[in-house]
T-cell receptor, first 109, second 113 residues
């Protein structure tokens, strides 16, 4: 079983839709949490860090539930440019990032 | 703003050959990480360095070695290449005081024939 689990999708949504991604992690000692975005054959780019209090960055809202070891990402008003793979990432007490397999999002006109 | 620079961007090698990948971190970043992403896979941590010392080690084969130099750039050396080593190799860097924010380079695509 992978340490970080995500639904691989794909999620096919129309422009303007709201879409939510979920992720679970198995190591309760994990300390930092992130969503990264990866376009095909390109590098992962940090989308946002995730905090227990929840945080929002424009159309993106992330939430962490430590008790359930669950992380979510909500994208409102989807744009064509949001089409990408969204990677749920955790970091433990070492520096390394542990990636989920990613959830593919395709926004269509 | 300057980003993480990796070279070469593409590399084609034959089985049993060697390869050297280079990574130049963002200026003033002192920590470098290497990740391997196979086709259809998520990135897997290989190894990291802080102030020229290895700080963590992941699933890096014994055939691979890496180091960080005094100017903080890092090199990943890969020997006796196998077909399964074909992958995207990403380098990331961070500042130790903000170690949980890692910025990735564009990657080196290695193809072993």
């Amino acid at each position: 079983r992978k340490e970080v689990e995500q639904d691989p999708g794909p999620f096919n949504v129309p422009e303007g839709a709201t879409v939510a991604f979920n992720c679970t992690y198995s190591n309760s000692a994990s300390q930092s949490f992130f969503w990264y975005r990866q376009d095909c054959r390109k590098e992962p780019k940090l989308l946002m860090s995730v905090y227990s209090s929840g945080n929002e960055d424009g159309r993106f809202t992330a939430q962490l539930n430590r008790a359930s070891q669950y992380i979510s990402l909500l994208i409102r008003d989807s744009k064509l440019s949001d089409s990408a793979t969204y990677l749920c990432v955790v970091m433990g007490n070492t520096d390394k990032l542990i990636f989920g397999t990613g959830t593919r999002l395709q926004v269509f006109p | 703003a300057a980003g993480v620079i990796q070279s070469p961007r593409h590399l084609i090698k034959e089985k049993r050959e060697t390869a050297t990948l280079k990574c130049y971190p963002i200026p003033r970043h002192d920590t470098v990480y290497w990740y391997q992403q196979g086709p259809g896979q998520d990135p897997q941590f290989l190894i990291s360095f802080y102030e020229k010392m290895q700080s963590d080690k992941g699933s890096i084969p014994d055939r691979f070695s890496a180091q960080q130099f005094s100017d903080y750039h890092s090199e990943l050396n890969m020997s006796s290449l196998e077909l399964g080593d074909s992958a995207l190799y990403f380098c990331a860097s961070s500042a130790r005081r903000a170690k949980n924010i890692q910025y990735f380079g564009a990657g080196t695509r290695l193809s072993v024939l």
